[in-house]
């Protein structure tokens, strides 16, 4: 299979690869990248946990070509944290115990990320309706949604 060289920025850092035309993003970035916060959980779209920004949009790493990343921006959990000091969110999930297994939350912060990014005062409805694409089979998604609301409030007032 034919090798692209893919000229791409992951969390503003810049980078240049080699991938296979039929190898997704996920594959990329867990299997070349070594960034394997990212999951796989189903390979289909269906449950989330790959979810991933690609110019500021919510995307499934699992559906995407690699070769696709060519001059975009991509943004993973691995971007959420600055250092040591954990996105308002990772610190609201843990607060809240929001998370059990930890397959499904990477997907649901970078998820709930975008969210706030595009709505930072969103409703429990509109919650619950953009993280409808993460699947959890362990919290139930209260606790979740406690946590998004919790560190929407929390960033509107910083």
């Known amino acids: 299979m034919a090798k692209h060289h893919v000229h791409t920025t992951i969390n503003g850092d810049p980078i240049e690869l080699l991938c296979d035309t039929g190898e997704t993003l996920l594959d990329v970035l867990r299997n070349q990248l070594n960034m ?28 995407m070509l690699g070769v696709e990343a060519n001059g975009k921006k991509i943004g993973t959990i691995e971007g959420l944290a600055s250092g040591d000091a954990l996105h308002p969110l990772q610190q609201k999930f843990l607060e809240h115990a929001a998370l059990q297994c930890g397959v499904c939350t990477p997907g649901v912060l970078v998820a709930s990320k975008a969210l706030l990014e595009k709505n930072p005062d969103p409703t429990e409805t509109e919650v619950r309706y953009w993280l409808a694409g993460n699947l959890c089979r362990c919290t139930g998604y209260d606790k979740i949604v406690r946590a998004v609301m919790d560190a929407a409030k929390e960033m509107r007032s910083a």
């Open 36 to 63: 394997t916060g990212t999951k796989e959980g189903c390979s289909t779209g269906d449950c989330g946990a790959c979810s991933v920004t690609v110019d500021g949009r919510l995307v499934c790493s699992c559906l």
